[in-house]
């Protein structure tokens, strides 16, 4: 089965497709047919033509420089601020003069684009402008572009409305963006029903078409990939790494709510800590000072606080499994444990215990412990607000206080209190718990 492939416009957020392409092509997907808006019009264009190495350098090494002409004093500028409020500035005016001057961006068009190879290519192609003499949008195939023409409908469908429109036969084009971002319905044009579609938040008019006929994959940015017009190659290198990820999860090769889990099916979870019984959950409560089986106002607010974030995590039903995934990533993500890389969930275990480790014998935890316990220990309104405000700043502190389960009455009416206003940091708390009470590891 082969996909169509749509790439949502986007400027310098495009690099996330390049990164959706390597998993693609690590995955074995075949394409049929690609459209695209704007920069994912350009991206397209080089899958197209299956010039992988090549985007790759683009996008690694793209500067503003590589895609607008900036004034002469700017380039020569030797102060920093200066350098960086005087480009502002110029951008601002260029915009108000008529648009951005795009001369590099059509001079790279030049020279990575080979019109031949995209024509003759088994993978079809279309892409999205506008056209501001007719005021109307233009969906084109390649077969519809008129030879030696391709690279000009290229330029157009990536004029961004601040870049200074393009001209075709006499007629003026801005980006397709202002029509249709994300061109699925141009696959559909084609019978096309099986699409893969990557959605970079970029900005523009997306037709919000169901197709309920179709078997629809999205591919959309998990985090934020950064300003439209921020051609940066650090920032892209980042993005490429997000795009990977988040296609690995679209595929189902990783699981997890934010983090990348191997997806090893059932089990996942159960096989490392073992499976979650009776007298787990029983500890849950026993942790927080709570009395099992007891049905009382305060316990239900304090449980369901600490299920519903388990839940945000969840995709499905609660299970053994992905309970235990999910604590596992919100821990992950307290402790500010690196997301954008692929763990088995043994591994990112270990990650969370040797983290917790080394902020138990930090210096900064000890003197944190001290303002901690005082706060603990204080029965004055005054002073609990005034630690209080200190203990948010420190979630990575405050889950590696005390993980153990058998705690005194001042620790446990703490964690209640935290139950209602960082539950993250309890179910973390609680998480290192269960991983020293698996090792076996007295706290």
């Keep these: ?34 459209c695209g808006t704007s920069v994912g019009a350009l991206n397209g264009a080089l899958i ?50 008529g648009g951005l001057d795009v001369t590099p961006l059509k001079m790279l068009i030049d ?18 402008t506008f056209s501001l003499s007719d005021l109307k949008p233009v969906e084109v195939f390649k077969d519809e572009i008129p030879y030696g023409k391709l690279k000009d409908y290229l330029l157009a469908s990536a004029c961004f409305p601040a870049f200074k429109p393009h001209e075709i036969d006499n007629k003026k084009f801005i980006d397709g963006g202002v029509y249709n971002n994300i061109p699925v319905s141009m696959m559909r044009k084609k019978g096309i029903k099986d699409i893969i579609v990557v ?31 921020n051609f940066d190659s ?49 500890n849950l409560y026993r942790f927080l000072g709570l009395e099992w089986g007891r049905a009382n106002k305060n316990n239900k607010i304090i449980i369901d606080k600490i299920l519903r974030v388990i839940q945000q995590y969840t995709p499905s039903n ?4 992905s309970v235990i995934l999910a604590m596992a990533e919100i821990t992950a993500e307290q402790l500010g444990i690196n997301r954008r890389r692929v763990y088995e969930l043994d591994e990112l275990i ?52 005390y993980p153990g389960m058998q705690q005194n009455e001042d620790i ?6 935290l139950s209602v206003f960082m539950p993250k940091v309890v179910v973390a708390n609680l998480f290192i718990s269960l991983i020293l009470q698996r090792k076996g590891v007295e706290v």
């Design 1 to 34: 089965m082969a996909y169509g492939l749509v790439l949502g416009g986007g400027g310098a957020k495009g690099g996330y497709e390049i990164g959706v392409w390597k998993a693609l092509r690590e995955l074995n997907i075949p394409i049929c047919a690609v």
């Design 48 to 97: 197209v033509q299956d010039e992988f190495e090549k985007a790759l350098e683009i996008w690694t090494s793209i500067t503003m420089d590589t895609v607008i002409k900036l004034e002469g004093e700017i380039a020569t500028s030797q102060d920093g601020e200066n350098k960086i409020s005087n480009k502002i500035r110029n951008i601002k005016a260029a915009i108000k003069s």
């Design 111 to 128: 020279e990575v684009v080979d019109e031949d190879k995209i024509r003759n290519s088994d993978i079809d192609f279309g892409l999205v």
């Design 199 to 229: 959605d970079v938040s970029g900005i523009g008019i997306s037709q919000r078409t169901k197709y309920k006929d179709c078997n629809i994959i999205k591919i959309k940015n998990s985090e934020d990939l950064g300003r439209t017009l």
């Design 234 to 282: 650090e920032k892209s290198k980042t993005n490429i790494e997000i795009g990977y990820l988040d296609t690995l999860k679209a595929f189902k090769k990783v699981v997890g709510y934010k983090y990348y889990i191997k997806n090893n099916n059932e089990g996942i979870g159960s096989s490392y800590i073992g499976k979650l019984d009776t007298e787990d959950f029983k």
């Design 318 to 321: 609660l299970t053994t499994d």
């Design 350 to 401: 270990d990650v969370i215990y040797n983290t917790y480790n080394e902020i138990k014998t930090s210096n900064d935890f000890n003197e944190y412990v001290a303002g901690l316990k005082k706060l603990i220990l204080s029965r004055n309104e005054i002073e609990f607000d005034r630690e209080m405000k200190k203990v948010f700043m420190e979630a990575k502190f405050l889950l590696s206080f």
């Design 412 to 417: 446990k009416r703490f964690r209640r209190l």
